[in-house]
């Protein structure tokens, strides 16, 4: 059973550079891709994009501006960086196995809450 | 960007009866190719991930309860609880990942009536 350990900068002052990993455990990391997922506090989910096993990748419109997933094979982790972060980007932040047209999002990290604040 | 929209916002049922909650998107998410609706269904309890619970619109994932059973095709899709048990107070999500970027409903929060 895959499992996600995911950490980072818990606490960010605006224009700073969001860095978080995920490393894959327990399964295959070749399964078809492996997305970003924010939710702000109190509110919705929002995805960021995703990475293939091939390094593709997807964003979301609304972030692709700012945002680079990149992945490690050889350690089994993926990365996200959002960069120029303000008050808005605060939320908790979690890996999630799948993406676009994948069969499903099945397995998703325990979150890393991320505060940008001045 | 396809919308998802949830009804109702917020649901009080009593222990024991059912329990439904309906999902509108504003595109198929159908692939004509496999006949699968790309529709997720995930339930989130405070300070915890979202679960999933439900893929391809009707397919259970495994592990989770028989009493939660997923319908639908196209653009309209049902989540249903046929026995609501206490530990099913959550906030329940429905999500496309169909075409990019996937995306959620506003959430239904069940809670005992």
């Known amino acids: 059973q895959v499992q996600l350990q995911q950490w980072g900068a818990g606490l960010l002052k605006p224009s700073e550079t969001l860095s978080l990993t995920c490393a894959v455990y327990g399964g295959s990391f070749t399964t078809n891709s492996w997305s970003w997922i924010r939710q702000p506090p109190g509110k919705g989910l929002e995805w960021i994009g995703e990475?293939?096993?091939?390094?593709?990748?997807n964003y979301n419109p609304s972030l692709k501006s700012r945002v680079t997933i990149s992945l490690d094979t050889s350690k089994n982790q993926f990365s996200l960086n959002l960069s120029s972060v303000t008050a808005a980007d605060t939320a908790v932040y979690y890996c999630?196995?799948?993406?676009?047209?994948?069969?499903?999002?099945?397995?998703w990290g325990k979150g890393t809450t991320v505060t940008v604040s001045s | 960007d396809i919308v998802m929209t949830q009804s109702p916002d917020s649901l009080a049922v009593s222990l024991g009866e059912r329990a439904t909650i309906n999902c509108k998107s504003s595109?198929?998410?159908?692939?004509?190719?496999?006949?699968?609706?790309?529709l997720g269904w995930y339930q989130q309890k405070p300070g915890q991930p979202p679960k999933l619970l439900i893929y391809?619109?009707?397919t259970r994932e495994s592990g989770v309860p028989d009493r939660f059973s997923g319908s639908g095709s196209g653009t309209d899709f049902t989540l249903t609880i046929s026995s609501l048990q206490a530990e099913d107070v959550a906030v329940y999500y429905c999500q496309q990942y169909y075409s990019t970027p996937p995306t959620f409903g506003q959430g239904t929060k069940v809670e005992i009536k």
């Open positions: 391809w619109a009707s």
């Open positions: 999630v196995s799948g993406g676009v047209g994948a069969t499903r999002m099945d397995v």
């Open positions: 990475i293939n096993l091939s390094g593709r990748t």
């Open positions: 595109r198929s998410v159908l692939y004509n190719s496999n006949n699968k609706s790309y």
